[in-house]
């Protein structure tokens, strides 16, 4: 086959910048930087270059007590294992969204959604994979730190995509466990950052996509909040519930695993003890348990601020 190619005076330039349409039907909300182009110039091409797996490998470095030390082996694995809990939960949720999606921005959008998740869903397996964990022990190790307030946590968030209830699903993934995962990911990103420099970099990489996730959620939460129909009374109900079971959450989180990570950081503490974990607070300073209180605090003061710049 041939091209038939146009002689040279009649090519002319495209596009002409001021006539480009919107591509796509947005119903009251605004896509721009939530389509394949922005997600490629922001993720594939800028956040994770030069990366393989979440890692920089000219900067992949780790402390050998990860590896050697029994007790900060298993609250790593713990660790990413809980995150792998809510990185399935979010790809299953997601996938399933798109095809509830009110309109072909948000679908779209959400198939880049699906990418980044199923994303932070391999590298942390890969991560424990690299520690000689097999896909057997890793689903183990989850099912094992899913404690039953976390069970009802993420049921709640799967029954509403289950619903096909775009709003309250949108609510419960993009607000809700959004918005918990990244002050999570902030703070563990933080805390590992002298064990692990590389985890840091492959949590970073998350939080980057997480930042961005929750930027979508508020974009279309309002758009609800906006139509003022009986959408955002079911928003404003599941919020109230979702804020309990955050907090039963955390405590459990503290009952059950909190004496461990406190033998690790009285063992360690010259390692570890100035590491800024919030701003102006160094390890040093804070237990560990009023770490998991403060980042409970901050999680739900957040949740607050967003709640109110979306109209509930
Ligand atoms: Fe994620
Ligand atoms: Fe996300």
Redesign the pocket.
Known sequence: MTDVIASNSELIETPAGSEVMEKFIADGWNPDRFDIQSWLERTPWRNLKGTKYGIDPDQARTHSAVRDDRLVNQIYKLDIATFLTAERV?YLGISKLVGHSPDEASAVFLAT?TV??AR?YEIFSQRLAEFGVSPQQRDQMMQDVTTKEMRKFYDLIAEQVDKGDFASAMMAH?IVL?GM?YPIYRYESAYWSAFDPSLTQLIRGAFA??VH?VKFGEAIIKRYTKLGDESRNRMLRLAGEFHQLMTDVFEATIQHYIHLYQLVANEYMDLIGGIEIFRGKTMRDVSEVDQVRILLSEIQIEHQTRMQRIGL
Do not use: F, I
């Open positions: 979010s959604q980044d998740e932070h993009n959004e995962a996509d997480e996730h």
